[in-house]
């Protein structure tokens, strides 16, 4: 009985461990918000190095991404920063104009994977921004899955 139920505590608390970060979503939102201001050169290569490894990625349940090969990770990975890049052309977005506003989150599931979902708001000349963020708990830290879209927001 004591062993069976000992037994169980662990693995509750393995459990339970893997779905908890020390890393906050605002943290997270912030120090990305950091990296956008940042000069392009730069900001590329630590953007890159927000997003969870294929290796890691591959700790978790099985999923559309961790099928990848790592070539095409790392094509995935690249096209994020290219489309977030593109996107910010279009709305002719200086990053390092930007100004932090605020950082809000949501708790999502796919896969069967717990995520925290990053919305990141920034103004820039006087139009406010929202980005979206997908990330996942690993190691203490929130890790970068996806970018999902940066969009204008209406006031």
Known sequence: MHTKLFSILIVLSIAFSSFTTGETPERFGKDFFKLLKASPS????????????????????????????????????AYNISELQENAKGYKIAWNEIQYLKTESKAESDYGIDLKVVYLYFKHNAHTFKLQLVTIPHDNKLKLIRIMYLDFVAE
């Open 42 to 77: 730069t900001s590329e290569t630590q953007i890159k190095q927000k997003f969870i490894s294929l290796k890691d990625l591959k700790t978790f349940p099985k999923n559309e991404i961790s099928e990848f090969s790592p070539e095409e990770f790392d094509e995935f990975v």
